[in-house]
């Protein structure tokens, strides 16, 4: 039988990413609430920024505004591309669904990360009503040019890759230890910190930020707000995207690795 | 042509030593000691594109582990596996476009989607041309009698109606092997039977290769001439139906009842013995390579008169019950 063409093969992920938008907004009252957490959680950020400036007109440089900017949408971003169920590896694996999606004539990664993309397109909707939102609560400002906009929309879409990257290399795990909860949790603490979604890298002592810059997490959260306040521009910007490119080569190339190894240590769950 | 074929075929699991006691959770999550399970034992076999094979084993015999890696989800041990020319494990994608697959323990259609949209994803997923899957929709629609749920989601469907939908989605797009892993577990009689004569049909008259595994063995007589029967990971049996039957059974009995009850212990006929009478009733056991059905009859009727009588042909199910009290390969000698 003859190899699918690319058009069929990109039907069929978006077929799959649709049913996967399809079953993230039958859980509708899920985003309802969490966007609720996400305004809380700005509010709370402006109160403690606003608090550490008092009456100085900057800290390190760097004024009140450009801060809360930082922290409101970073904060949003981070909402945005790691949904709570970040992968839907670990459940599938836990099911036995793995058989199923195993006996599929796509790619294991690729419906993976079609999934992923679906959900985000459905989560995008709920962004539109968060962001005036978090931007009345939190306080934001527009890019310093227009150039720096359109650079953050790429460096945004670079940042995403990486994410769905690093949640699928995290979602591999499963096939390892099979429970996955709370190795997910400090995951999920560690990539929020280090990403400089909680705090900006800007304000990290050297040798934490020294961490930071030598792993894939300020890539995928801190690179494309730093280029949206106009902090990272020129050959630095060049620098960053270049960057952002290197660490999704490298990324898809351990993914395919530890893919052909997880193949080898597949186990259906329930016979 | 052989389409499907195993040699040597050995799946293991590996698994952490568990431990018991105090911090045996701990211990079990820090140790470099495993346990291994052999669960396919060096299991070969051929199959000839169009048959239909019955592949059957008790709980645990390793069944569903060899069709996992005749469908390319599991990597073998060791061992050579080829269906149609491609090794699943290495060209798992490739296979999966010739092979159809029903698990009746988990479905392959989308939870929240009506059939219909189910299907019509699985018309992308494979890539069916509108003029395939137009015509096959219709007709599996009609054969599994499916036009009444097409629109209601899968989660609101019975167990009947969704392994219906399971097998309707497993035949889309043609696939020239089609693996039924218990399709029709925990189904009522009708449903079975509608899924017996789907399979049938579909073997009868596309030709379409089919390996069956299961437990009720009234799918296998209804279905396959020839069955590979496996215990702890190894092959018991591999040959027909029929054959298996003369070798395990080569006895058939006749069932007389008599006007009367109390000739039934003096029923005499030559080549032929008494094994039980009770209430008016005998059975009378022979070899048919030694003698006829019809002159046991006619030898009973000759001399008694007789109110009922019945043929009684021998049991799949006791057949299969004495080789698993055995527990040793046999060489099916065809």
Redesign the interface.
């Known amino acids: 039988?003859s190899?699918?063409?690319p058009k069929?093969v990109l039907?069929?992920y978006?077929?799959?990413a649709r049913?996967n938008a399809?079953?993230a907004l039958?859980y509708r009252a899920d985003y309802v609430v969490g966007i609720l957490g996400l305004l809380v959680q700005v509010f709370l950020l402006r109160m403690v920024w606003e608090a550490v400036y008092a009456d100085r007109g900057s800290v390190d440089g760097v004024d009140l505004s450009t801060t809360i900017a930082y922290a409101t949408l970073a904060t949003v971003q981070y909402w945005l591309s790691n949904p709570w169920n970040f992968s839907v590896i670990p459940q599938r694996v836990r099911e036995?669904?793995?058989?199923?999606d195993?006996?599929?004539?796509?790619?294991f990664l690729g419906q993976v990360v079609a999934g992923q993309v679906g959900t985000t397109a459905a989560l995008a909707p709920f962004a539109l009503v968060a962001v005036p939102f978090t931007v009345l609560v939190g306080g934001a400002q527009p890019p310093p040019s227009v150039g720096a906009g359109l650079a953050y929309v790429v460096s945004l879409g670079l940042a995403y890759v990486i994410t769905i990257l690093l949640s699928s290399l995290v979602g591999l795990s499963t096939f390892w230890t099979l429970e996955v909860g709370g190795f997910f949790m400090i995951y999920r603490m560690v990539s929020q910190f280090l990403a400089g979604a909680l705090v900006p890298l800007w304000f990290m002592p050297d040798w934490l930020r020294t961490v930071a810059e030598v792993l894939p997490f300020q890539a995928a959260t801190y690179t494309p707000l730093a280029v949206y306040l106009g902090r990272l521009a020129g050959p630095d910007l060049a620098a960053a995207l270049i960057v952002q490119a290197g660490w999704i080569v490298l990324l898809w190339l351990v993914l395919r690795l530890v893919w052909s190894r997880a193949?080898?240590r597949?186990?259906?769950q329930?016979? | 042509m052989t389409v499907v074929r195993a040699h040597d075929l050995v799946k293991e699991?590996r698994r952490p030593k568990r431990f018991t006691g105090a911090f045996g959770g701990l211990r079990t999550l820090l140790t470099r000691q495993y346990t291994t399970t052999r669960a396919v034992d060096g299991v070969s076999f051929d199959i000839e594109a169009g048959e239909l094979v019955g592949y059957l084993g008790p709980n645990g015999a390793g069944k569903?582990t060899t069709i996992?890696m005749l469908?390319?989800?599991?990597?073998p041990t060791s061992g050579q596996v080829e269906v149609a020319g491609v090794v699943p494990?290495k060209e798992?994608?490739?296979n999966?476009?010739?092979?159809g697959?029903v698990?009746g323990?988990?479905?392959?259609l989308?939870?929240?989607?009506p059939l219909r949209d189910s299907f019509r994803?699985i018309g992308?997923?494979?890539?069916v041309p509108r003029e395939q899957y137009h015509p096959n929709l219709e007709r599996f629609t009609e054969l599994l009698d499916m036009a009444d749920f097409l629109d209601t989601p899968v989660r609101q469907l019975s167990l009947g109606q969704r392994m219906r939908g399971d097998l309707a989605a497993a035949m889309l797009y043609n696939p020239r092997i089609l693996y039924l892993d218990e399709p029709t577990i925990g189904l009522d009689v009708v449903a079975k039977e509608r899924m017996r004569a789907f399979v049938a049909e579909l073997n009868r008259d596309e030709g379409t290769t089919v390996i069956l595994t299961t437990h009720d063995l009234d799918d296998v007589e209804r279905l396959c001439s020839r069955i590979v029967l496996i215990d702890h990971g190894r092959v018991l049996y591999d040959g027909e139906v029929a054959a298996l039957k003369a070798r395990y059974a080569p006895y058939r009995e006749v069932m007389v009842h008599l006007a009367h009850p109390d000739e039934a212990t003096a029923v005499e006929v030559p080549h032929a013995e008494r094994a039980r009478a009770e209430d008016g009733k005998v059975w009378l056991r022979f070899d048919p390579e030694t003698v006829q059905v019809a002159d046991v009859i006619a030898a009973v009727l000759a001399r008694h008169q007789v109110s009922d009588l019945a043929i009684i042909e021998p049991e799949l199910e006791g057949v299969i019950h004495q080789i698993y009290a055995q527990r040793s390969v046999i060489s099916a000698r065809e």
């Open positions: 039988m190899r699918p063409t069929a039907e069929a978006g077929a799959i049913v399809g079953s039958a036995g669904k793995i058989a199923i195993l006996s599929r004539p796509v790619s193949l080898h597949v186990v259906v329930g016979g | 699991f569903s996992k469908t390319g989800i599991l990597v494990w798992r994608e490739r999966a476009r010739h092979i697959v698990f323990q988990r479905s392959q989308w939870w929240d989607l994803l992308k997923l494979y890539d």
